[in-house]
């Protein structure tokens, strides 16, 4: 009777026990220096989020510091995860970085030979992990979501179509659900994946409507493991029960953190810094070369100083 008791006993404790959360973040070649240190930024902005959680996720950050992961590189940290990850665990997947649509085959852009679709979505089946999340931030990642959607998994594109192929906004207001503690609209100290998407989604079309822009990029979500991507989940669509049950970050002390007044007015600081550089690339073509550098270095200098007080 003892033995059967304790034999209960561990059955109910082991998945609790070996339920774990990992984070991949992988940063794609920039291509140029105002994407090195924004896309730097953001992966840290969110390795440090989530690094101050009190659940500690496993999280690991690929290609921020050598401007851009590798094919191999890429490849070995997915198999590690395949190695360590149970079937209880949660796993997140985000892609930072540019992305590229020929009508066929989506592309992420590494240091070396692309990625496509297709070859991520079988290194992603390597892992046993029965919960994932693929977040694609980059230009034209509407063009991976039939490759990348499967039962249990959420996959969110920061683009409806392959072909929306301008620079997106929404990776770096995904980046900033991690900080803003607004982000968690339940007020539960955890921010899903459905509240840090809606998030980003609001802060975008707010970005375009203040600068008056055409819209180039519109982020759609699946959870149902096949189909397209939808712009707003619901229960109309079926979408969103998956992704709004999927925790990308449980705030605790970081909700703390994200109230206190420094970092909110370093946090406001690195927005404007953002909205300044986007500005300045877009008009970019009228600006003498010489005026531009000496523009965009210094504006880009000062990111990369207020990034690091944030990161403090």
Not at 79 to 91: H, I, L, Q, S
Not at 233 to 246: H, I, K, R, T, V
Request: hydrophobic share 45%.
């Amino acid at each position: 009777m003892k033995m059967l008791l304790a034999l209960t006993l561990l059955l109910l404790a082991a998945p609790f026990a070996l339920a774990r959360s990992a984070c991949l973040i992988v940063v794609g070649h920039p291509g140029e220096d105002d994407y090195k240190v924004r896309f730097q930024g953001w992966a840290r902005q969110i390795e440090s989020a989530l690094a101050a959680s009190p659940e500690k996720p496993l999280v690991k950050t690929v290609g921020a510091a050598s401007g851009g992961a590798t094919m191999a590189e890429l490849e070995s940290a997915i198999n590690e995860a395949a190695r360590t990850a149970g079937a209880d665990d949660t796993f997140t997947l985000i892609l930072i970085g540019h992305g590229t649509f020929d009508g066929a085959d989506y592309k992420f852009n590494l240091k070396g030979p692309d990625i496509r679709s297709a070859q991520l979505a079988v290194m992603l089946d390597r892992i046993p992990s029965t919960r994932q999340l693929v977040v694609n931030t980059t230009a034209a990642s509407g063009g991976a979501m039939a490759a990348l959607v499967k039962p249990h998994r959420v996959v969110i594109a920061a683009t409806r179509t392959g072909t929306q192929k301008n620079a997106t906004v929404f990776a770096r207001y995904f980046a900033d659900a991690f900080t803003d503690a607004s982000a968690d609209t339940d007020k539960n100290e955890t921010i899903t994946a459905l509240e840090a998407y809606t998030y980003a989604v609001r802060r975008t079309k707010e970005y375009y409507d203040q600068e008056k822009r055409i819209v180039t990029e519109q982020a759609v979500l699946n959870d149902i493991g096949s189909g397209a991507g939808v712009r707003d989940p619901g229960a109309d669509n079926g979408q969103g029960l998956l992704a709004a049950s999927f925790p990308v970050l449980r705030l605790g002390s970081t909700a703390a953190a994200a109230a206190n007044p420094e970092k909110a007015a370093f946090l406001k600081r690195k927005e404007l810094l953002e909205q300044q550089i986007d500005r300045l690339k877009y008009q970019k073509e009228s600006m003498q070369p010489l005026d531009y550098r000496r523009q965009m270095n210094a504006l880009l200098l000062t990111l990369a100083q207020t990034q690091a007080q944030i990161d403090q």
